[in-house]
């Protein structure tokens, strides 16, 4: 007869599986940056293969306009259009994978649960850049297609790899497939929070279920983003049952959107010296082109348009007639002059639409002492982005702007899940976009 093991082995045994397991998790870590959302990602799941070093200017968003966030409706003509370059001179077939997300990004089904088709797809559409002083190879997929259809809503990964090889990844992003079951309505209410000198949003959405999604309305939840910022959605599973069948949600005060800066804008969709762009310098290989340096007190001026974090190449870029594949790559110098113009406690980094809003080594900010600044250069398309500047003390990550005007543009997405015990998953039963000025 098998034994039992003796209980007092029991906590030495805990113990040394607890430190082991503490160890692993330790060595395989992967080095990366302070990143201000990095907390909100872990918490919700939210962890994405991040691109690999020759990759750039990747793109996910509703076909139409590169601004639109990557939110297709199930069963309609609407598709999501990827598109990203490589730093090579000559292309090669990639391949696509999708898999499903419950609401926290866990992912859960199966290819066969979700999909009407298979669970991958190759990239064969592909071009050389043409004339570019730097060379690369550009890439676009539109789906849903022949090959790839979904069959069931929610959050979705889309996973770019070397052709059929699953896990040699290039970089994975993410998109959304909903059903729009039922028409949202959204509120915005200001509320004033301790502390604060600026008022803060309160979303309130009033939805009501279709007849056979009725029963338990603690099987909804809803969640609100910001300015596409998908990795810090706030969500609330309780809502209010005063007028059901009509279910309304709202964030607490406590979680309410706080006002932020505006962020910074530049557009090199044209190189030559004028909007933000200070000189350029096209004796180099690549270009080079120097901003304006940006001032601590200063955020943006609010007058840029609003990019909802996207990257814009195709209307941006002006003189050619074909942008996504005669797009110069431009070597960007940033420049940040931080208060009183000394040095700041910590490290200062570069966050934008270029990097995936993430800070990794390779967007820290170097301080130059003979200008009294920090400066950092990046590798980018023509095209239109935003950015800001973030100082890291420790765990403990900032704005770098200080006192300058809040953003009055913003765009506030909302997302509806429906608990479907029968999938075990998270149905997205509804989204609504709504742009506050």
């Not at 550009?138 to 090959?147: I, L, S």
């Not at 810090?232 to 800066?261: G, K, W």
């Not at 505006?262 to 200070?278: C, N, Q, S, T």
């Not at 960007?332 to 910590?346: C, I, K, M, Q, R």
Request: hydrophobic share 35%; aromatic share 12%; proline share 8%.
């Amino acid at each position: 007869m098998r034994q039992r093991p003796c209980r007092r082995w029991l906590p030495l045994l805990l113990a040394v599986l607890v430190a082991a397991c503490a160890h692993t998790e330790k060595t395989n870590a992967p080095e990366a940056g302070p990143d201000p959302d990095r907390q909100a990602r872990q918490r919700a799941g939210f962890d994405l293969v991040p691109p690999a070093p020759d990759v750039r200017t990747i793109q996910v968003y509703l076909t139409g306009d590169e601004r639109n966030l990557p939110v297709v409706t199930l069963g309609t003509n609407e598709t999501i259009t990827l598109a990203f370059d490589l730093l090579e001179t000559a292309g090669r077939p990639l391949s696509v994978y999708f898999y499903h997300a419950d609401r926290t990004w866990r992912r859960d089904l199966s290819p066969a649960e979700y999909l009407d088709s298979f669970q991958r797809d190759d990239l064969l559409d592909y071009q050389p850049s043409q004339g570019t002083d730097v060379p690369y190879v550009h890439y676009q997929y539109q789906f849903p297609n022949r090959t790839i259809d979904f069959r069931v809503s929610g959050n979705y990964i889309v996973r770019v790899t070397e052709q059929g090889m699953e896990e040699d990844v290039l970089f994975e992003r993410t998109f959304f497939v909903s059903e729009q079951v039922a028409p949202l309505d959204v509120g915005l209410e200001n509320v004033l929070l301790s502390g604060q000198g600026y008022s803060a949003v309160q979303p309130v959405i009033r939805f009501t279920p279709p007849p056979v999604l009725q029963g338990n309305a603690f099987n909804y939840t809803a969640c609100f983003v910001r300015n596409g910022r998908f990795e810090a959605a706030r969500c609330t599973d309780r809502p209010m049952l005063a007028e059901q069948p009509a279910l309304q949600f709202y964030l607490p005060p406590e979680a309410a959107f706080e006002t932020e800066v505006v962020d910074h804008f530049v557009d090199l969709g044209a190189l030559r010296v004028g909007g933000r762009i200070e000189r350029i310098d096209r004796t180099t290989s690549p270009y080079r082109a120097y901003l304006e340096p940006d001032y601590a007190r200063f955020g943006g001026t609010g007058l840029d348009p609003l990019l909802n974090g996207q990257i814009v190449v195709e209307a941006a870029v002006r003189g050619v007639a074909a942008p996504a594949v005669q797009a110069e790559y431009v070597e960007t110098h940033f420049a940040y002059v931080p208060p009183d113009e000394l040095p700041v406690s910590g490290d200062v980094f570069l966050s934008g639409s270029f990097n995936g809003w993430r800070t990794t080594p390779a967007d820290r900010l170097e301080w130059v002492p003979e200008r009294r600044r920090y400066e950092g250069a990046v590798l980018l398309k023509q095209g239109q982005y935003e950015y800001r500047y973030l100082v890291a003390q420790g765990r403990r990550v900032r704005p770098a702007t200080t006192g300058a005007a809040p953003r009055l543009e913003n765009l506030y997405s909302t997302f509806v899940y429906y608990r479907d015990l029968t999938l075990n998953t998270d149905r997205l039963v509804a989204v609504n976009h709504v742009r506050a000025r």
